[in-house]
């Protein structure tokens, strides 16, 4: 069952604009929800996290917006960079059983053209 | 970058033949993962180990087995490959379980 909803499934934006990747998720035990970013050939990379007690965070150029009530967090990229060309996996996670179980969705590929 | 290494980074080899996929680390973490990476279905768990020979199924674990005899090494076996199971496969490490996951660069799999 498919718990963490995201899109789009690819994104097309030039230099210095502000690409928005959206996830959902259903499962309220959720409570931590990492964003990774990934390069062809490599692993995925933590970028960002946030929690839901907080609506907001900031990390550099990265954003994560929370909304506990609608079940729903995205990732603003500022004034984006050819670099930040990417695949992009938003998760949710929750302690299950005294591991960490991580809920992944299925990627966006972020194009940045010069 | 995290201490992580696994090997090989790819391997073609013919259906039914076993496979074994090692992950190494260096950072003395407690946990690791055995992920898989489909298009269109991100990243699954396929075991996870939560200490030395304490090891436990994920969400896609028909077909694989692991072991951990030491602290740094997690390795996946596919006792008898099948086509089904030609995917990119992740490792993954954590201090603690509220802890972020670390992933190593993969290994890419093909069963023909």
């Known amino acids: 069952q498919q718990q963490v909803k995201q899109s789009p499934q690819s994104l097309i934006v030039q230099k210095g604009g502000i690409p928005i990747i959206n996830c959902a998720y259903e499962?309220?035990?959720?409570?931590?929800f990492p964003w990774y970013q990934q390069f062809p050939g490599k692993g995925p990379a933590l970028l960002i996290a946030?929690?839901?007690?907080?609506s907001e965070k900031k990390e550099g150029r990265f954003t994560i917006s929370f909304n506990k009530s609608a079940k729903q967090f995205s990732l603003h990229i500022m004034d984006s960079q050819p670099g930040d060309s990417a695949t992009y996996f938003c998760?949710?996670?929750?302690?299950?059983?005294?591991?960490?179980?991580?809920?992944f969705g299925t990627g966006t590929k972020l194009q940045v053209i010069p | 970058d995290a201490g992580i290494t696994q090997s090989p980074r790819h391997k073609v080899t013919e259906t039914g033949t076993p496979v074994t996929l090692r992950c190494h680390q260096t950072?003395?973490?407690?946990?690791m993962y055995w992920y898989r990476q489909d298009p269109g279905h991100g990243l699954r768990l396929i075991h996870y180990?939560?200490?030395?020979?304490?090891?436990d199924k994920g969400e896609v674990s028909d077909g694989y087995s692991v072991s951990r005899s030491k602290t740094e090494d997690f390795l996946l076996t596919l006792e008898s490959a099948t086509s089904s199971q030609t995917s990119v496969y992740f490792c993954?490490?954590?201090?603690?379980?509220?802890?972020?996951?670390?992933f190593g660069d993969g290994t890419r799999l093909s069963i023909l």
């Open positions: 993954a490490i954590s201090e603690a379980p509220n802890q972020p996951q670390h």
């Open positions: 499962n309220t035990a959720f409570d931590y």
């Open positions: 946030i929690r839901p007690d907080v």
């Open positions: 998760a949710a996670s929750m302690n299950s059983g005294g591991y960490q179980k991580v809920t």
């Open positions: 950072e003395n973490h407690r946990y």
């Open positions: 180990s939560y200490g030395v020979k304490d090891t």
